[in-house]
């Protein structure tokens, strides 16, 4: 089936539920079967019942069978969520009951915490070195001065050493220490010790030999278990994987793994408003049991162990950051095929342009929040 309309008669018959879906669509200025790079082209009759019944769900995995094509979907995207349209389609009760559960089960516990890492951060080191810089930053680059994905993620990590203050012998705690690009860079640049905490085995395994030779240890390892005293401790991309029912915990530990007179750097993924939502598709294929924090998640959690220095909102870098990955695992598609299906095609380009999407309409966030345990005399002055 290649058409959203039957002949009958020599008249096209409209589907069900299609009225509504251009009706929705309109309100965005986005054509069914239109010429412009943003319209979709629908290629499946049962699309339209499909999103009516299973919402976001829908949505993307009817991309990923080939029911729908969109030219430029991180447009597409941006589009629909800047005209709101993400709350006008349906919440199937599965997904109402999982926020609801959300708020008496602890979703990220240590029982469940390695789920994401084997559901996605083990997907394959060749997949992210394919799609990631030199250094494998999978978080927002900084383009302030930069115009290459490179150099927008080396001036990140200086962004963040500079921010903490590095000296050499320093001790920093890398909490979610992914490839061990920070870890590398601090340590080869700042002259300072570094640990870092993973739960992902092939993390663990690169980052090893990214820093070998290094004064650097990784260890496979829940930040719950941690217990040292560092001099500066970074979290870059992780704290969106904690979860709501652990932010206060989280802090608490952070802090005890802290000297008194360190300062605490946190890199997230931030959202507008304070809930539990998490969209079903993302949660399903992308990343399992993640929550994204939002302002006043982060302010009631740190309270009672942080003063906050710094607030640091560079989210509409991350627009950037997802298209050059986006071009860079397409161009690595030929090479990768090999390992992935062309669904996982398709759903790794949907993912990365939803997000683009997202952060373009300024949906969500990227904010860098710096912390002190007692506060700093006389202040501090941030590096931009």
């Keep these: 089936m290649n058409s959203s309309c039957l002949e009958n008669e020599g008249r096209a018959v409209r589907q069900p539920g299609q009225a509504v879906i251009e009706e929705l669509l309109s309100a965005a200025d986005i054509a069914v079967n239109g010429s412009r790079p943003f319209d979709i082209q629908v290629k499946h009759p049962q699309f339209y019942r499909r999103v009516l019944q299973q919402g976001s ?61 084997e559901h996605h951060y083990d ?17 927002c680059g900084y383009w302030k001065d930069a115009d290459t994905l490179e150099a927008a993620q080396e001036a990140k990590l200086k962004l963040i050493c500079d921010k903490l203050a590095l000296q050499p012998g320093m001790h920093l705690l890398d909490v979610g220490c992914g490839w061990g690009g920070l870890a590398e860079y601090a340590a080869r640049h700042y002259g300072v010790r570094v640990t870092g905490i993973t739960i992902s085995e092939q993390q663990q395994r690169l980052a090893r030999e990214r820093c070998a030779g290094l004064d650097v240890e990784i260890l496979l390892q829940d930040y ?37 007179d360190g300062l605490f750097l946190l890199h997230t993924i931030g959202a507008k408003v304070t809930d539990m939502w998490v969209d079903p598709w993302i949660e399903k ?72 999407g997202a952060f373009r309409a300024r949906d969500i966030q990227l904010w860098q929040v710096l912390f002190s345990r007692q506060g700093i005399e006389g202040g501090l002055r941030v590096a931009r």
């Design 57 to 117: 769900l829908g949505l993307g995995e009817s991309y990923m069978d080939g029911w729908w094509e969109c030219e430029r979907l991180d447009i597409f995207f941006q589009r629909t969520l800047r005209a709101g349209l993400e709350h006008r389609l349906p919440r199937r009760w599965r997904d109402i009951l999982y926020v609801l559960a959300a708020r008496v089960v602890n979703y990220q516990s240590l029982r469940r915490a390695r789920r994401v890492g």
């Design 123 to 139: 997907l394959g080191n060749d997949l992210f070195a394919a799609m990631l810089d030199p250094y494998m930053q999978y978080s």
């Design 224 to 260: 719950r278990h941690l217990q040292l005293r560092a001099d500066r401790i970074a979290s870059v991309g992780m704290f969106e994987h904690v979860g709501p029912r652990n932010y206060r915990a989280y802090f608490e530990t952070i802090a005890r793994n802290l000297k008194p």
């Design 285 to 356: 294929y992308i990343f399992p049991n993640g929550c994204l924090p939002s302002a006043i998640h982060i302010a009631e959690a740190c309270s009672a162990y942080w003063l906050m220095e710094d607030w640091h909102n560079f989210g509409a870098d991350y627009d950037l950051t997802l298209m050059a990955w986006l071009q860079r695992f397409q161009q690595a598609w030929p090479q990768l095929s090999a390992h992935y299906s062309p669904r996982f095609y398709r759903m790794f380009c949907y993912y990365l342009n939803v997000c683009a």
